[in-house]
């Protein structure tokens, strides 16, 4: 088992984030809701606690409180925030509303620069912060060793227990030596190694997998995104040809999609690949359909279908594979109504249907995006897949407004093709969430050459994002959107007019739909 370090969750929007940063230095991190018990915590023999911030003030009714065990652990503990009101709370200090609201950009002064969480680092920082409450008498046997412009106690340590505290926020980038704080935690204070990395990860996944596959068969839904493409190149190397990927072309992918996913997995790495070409079954059951809800039941419904009788063809399997990543499986209670831990992605949901009795294979459960690309890159997965944007399972469909036809599809897939090449030849497509054609369903005026023209209309789309809950427009030069323009309309037959969308998200969303 990997060294860890155990995080506590308050509900601060930046708890993931803390468990991405201490896996950035080599150490593997694990979120636990954080009303756990003390045993549960024994239980995983971590290194260290951190408690995370959160959006509640400890002296409130329904604040979330952790089990006070935790406080006799001789385990090294590091609270962030909220966290630290929490050490004080429960140790004999105190908490207190604060006069103003301390937010954004702020200056640390390292008081006792022996204090370990400081090591190689100067005497000022700039951190970021983020509360409203603050320390006014720290527990017996602490000391202050920073202090910021709002705080004499903007860092804390009893460092005979190892129990250390900070008001400021080390794990976002507006506190950019944040990173180094955090490495002086996890390898000066707690004693980890760096035994965390993907190279080790494929070992001992590739382990687990043939412990729990044996010799049976497994199914795995290829999309050619990057989650599913990861778990196959994993699982195939843990089981070889146990494994039958299904690829359902539903006749909405974009150009050379298939192709692609037949190249890089059939041919380069040799996986059993089942393609099922349902191109002309999805197209047809779409006719005359314009409403977006109804296009994505009858795409959801018939991939389903068609999933099902490919898994019948595959042969007898007792496994079903699915690239599950540890953000969808991070169980977050509630709390003070914040809304990041309680909104989840409305799109992945569903799934298939319960009467499919496989058992499931996840290997990718208990790591990040950038973890699984890097492994992606390790196992020698291209860059094409790799670091591809995301792409919505009912595809061009979400991008075509109004009826989806084999013609429309036809021209939107020659639209965005342009796209993709433009923003990969300029290195755009790497830096934004997502960047693509989308198809309106408005013919308009247009001349070319001496005649009048009347067709279609290309909206361009590019945002930025973390995770898709929110976006961006971005704001692409104007000559690759000149580019574009020129090159979408003089080559792709049907569109005379192209648009830039500039909406952020909220209120647009990103797909049109
Ligand atoms: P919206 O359009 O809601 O999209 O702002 C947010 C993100 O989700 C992607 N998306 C989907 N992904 N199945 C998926 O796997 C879907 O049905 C689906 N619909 C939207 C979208 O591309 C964006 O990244």
């Known amino acids: 088992m990997n060294e860890q370090i155990v995080i506590l969750d308050f509900g601060s929007q930046f708890t993931q984030v803390i468990a991405r940063r201490i896996r950035e230095c080599n150490v593997y991190s694990t979120i636990l809701p954080y009303n756990v018990s003390t045993e549960e915590i024994l239980r995983l023999n971590p290194k260290g606690i951190i408690l995370s911030g959160g959006p509640s003030s400890v002296y409130s009714p329904q604040a979330p409180l952790p089990d006070p065990g935790i406080f006799k ?77 709002n705080s004499i106690y903007a860092a804390i340590e009893n460092r005979s227990k190892h129990f250390y505290g900070l008001q400021f926020h080390p794990e976002v980038v507006h506190t950019p030596r944040g990173k180094e704080i955090i490495s002086n935690f996890v390898h000066g204070v707690c004693g980890c190694g760096k035994d965390w990395n993907m190279l080790n990860y494929i070992d001992q996944a590739v382990d687990e997998i043939r412990r729990q596959v044996g010799s049976e068969k497994i199914i795995l839904g290829l999309s050619g995104g990057v989650d599913s493409s990861v778990a196959a190149a994993l699982i195939h190397k843990a089981v070889g040809d146990q494994l039958t990927c299904i690829f359902v072309n539903n006749g909405l992918l974009r150009s050379r999609e298939a192709d692609v996913v037949r190249e890089v997995f059939g041919k380069h790495f040799k996986i059993k690949l089942q393609y099922e070409d349902a191109s002309k079954l999805f197209l047809t059951r779409l006719k005359k359909i314009t409403d977006p809800e109804r296009k994505r039941k009858i795409i959801g419904k018939t991939f389903i279908e068609v999933f099902q009788s490919a898994t019948k063809k595959a042969g007898k399997a007792k496994f079903l594979a699915q690239g599950t990543l540890y953000p969808d499986v991070i169980e977050s209670i509630p709390i003070g109504g914040n809304p990041a831990a309680m909104i989840k992605s409305h799109h992945n949901v569903g799934g298939l249907p319960k009467n499919m009795k496989f058992q499931l294979v996840e290997p990718l459960k208990c790591l990040f995006k950038d973890e699984v690309r890097q492994l992606g890159i390790d196992l020698g997965l291209p860059n094409e897949i790799v670091h591809r944007q995301p792409f919505p399972g009912p595809g061009l469909a979400v991008r075509i407004l109004g009826e989806v036809t084999p013609t429309r599809c036809q021209i939107l897939r020659n639209a965005d093709a342009i796209v993709v090449e433009e923003m990969k030849s300029t ?77 952020s998200k909220p209120p647009a969303t990103i797909e049109w739909e």
């Not at 004999?92 to 509303?97: L, T």
């Not at 400081?118 to 202050?144: C, M, R």
């Not at 308009?444 to 001496?450: I, Q, Y």
Request: charged share 20%; with cysteine; hydrophobic share 40%.
């Open 427 to 503: 290195g755009w497509y790497y830096k934004v969430w997502q960047s693509f054609a989308v198809l309106l369903p408005v013919k308009s005026v247009g001349v070319m050459g001496d005649e009048r023209t009347y067709e279609y209309t290309i909206a361009i789309r590019a945002v930025e994002s973390q995770d898709g809950m929110t976006a961006d427009w971005v704001k692409l030069p104007y000559e690759i959107l000149e580019k574009l323009s020129s090159r979408i309309i003089n080559e792709v037959k049907g569109v005379n007019r192209v648009c830039l969308d500039i909406s």
């Open 73 to 149: 652990l001789t385990i090294p503990l590091l609270g962030i925030c909220y966290g630290v009101q929490l050490l004080a709370h429960f140790l004999g200090g105190k908490v207190e509303p604060g006069q103003k609201r301390e937010y954004g950009k702020g200056t640390l002064q390292v008081q006792d620069s022996t204090c370990p969480l400081f090591a190689n680092l100067p005497t000022e920082l700039q951190v970021w912060n983020s509360h409203a409450d603050k320390l006014t008498k720290i527990p017996k046997g602490f000391s202050a060793v920073g202090i910021s412009e």
